[in-house]
């Protein structure tokens, strides 16, 4: 079981391009997640979905699109990136229907110039 | 705004020693609480979740909850070195969990 897998590791975009964040796993887990964690903010919610069709916001979602391609997949885009979206991004997973447990992926480092 | 909150240290403490983490939360309906640990440069890893009043025990690790007091712990027993890391607090609502900003923790030799 590779768990959560994320890539790419590292990105480097400049301001105003795109670019999507992939996300899968292999548990069979029902709920999905996306996290930006920035110094001193901790883990912020940026995307959710609870189930595969659904999607829904988080805290901090300006700026940012989310696919639930399928159970396994979860993909996060930046349409037009800016400086402020300069983090490292998370992805998670959690079974659901009881069972809260949330798995995280390597991460993905961002940094926009 | 749901909120949790964790002293962000850091805690130092000596080898051998307990370390004592603490988190409060807002939430009175909450009933899931979770303790990640985040070593520098990597993600978050569950070490804990403990969802009834009491405590949790797993091998060095325990988990305390008070929900009348809002209030969920970690001790760590005989730290090591390797317990060096960002200690994360997380509740959970309807699906959406809220995390506090982390406490750093020190085990020094």
């Known amino acids: 079981n590779a768990g959560v897998t994320q890539t790419p590791k590292f990105q480097v975009l400049k301001t105003g391009q795109s670019m999507t964040l992939q996300c899968a796993q292999d548990m069979n887990h029902n709920s999905m997640y996306w996290y930006r964690q920035d110094p001193g903010m901790g883990l912020r919610l940026i995307y959710y979905?609870?189930?595969?069709?659904?999607?829904d916001k988080g805290e901090v979602p300006n700026g940012y699109n989310v696919s639930r391609l399928n159970k396994r997949e979860f993909s996060l885009r930046l349409e037009s990136a800016a400086p402020s979206q300069t983090s490292v991004y998370f992805c998670?997973?959690?079974?659901?229907?009881?069972?809260?447990?949330?798995?995280f992926g390597p991460g993905t480092r961002l940094t926009v110039t | 705004q749901k909120e949790v909150e964790q002293n962000s240290g850091p805690l130092s403490v000596p080898e051998g020693a307990i370390a004592s983490l603490n988190c409060t939360y807002s939430d009175r309906g909450s009933q899931s609480f979770f303790w990640y640990r985040q070593y520098s440069g990597k993600s978050p890893e569950l070490i804990m979740s403990i969802y009834s009043n009491g405590d949790k025990e797993d091998g060095r690790f325990t988990a305390q909850l008070n929900k009348a007091s809002q209030y969920v712990s970690l001790l760590i027993r005989d730290s090591q070195p390797s317990d060096s890391a960002t200690y994360l607090c997380?509740?959970?609502?309807?699906?959406?969990?809220?995390f506090g900003r982390g406490t750093s923790l020190i085990v020094h030799p």
């Open positions: 979905s609870a189930s595969e069709g659904t999607t």
């Open positions: 997380a509740v959970m609502g309807s699906y959406i969990p809220t």
């Open positions: 998670a997973s959690m079974q659901g229907q009881g069972n809260y447990e949330q798995y």
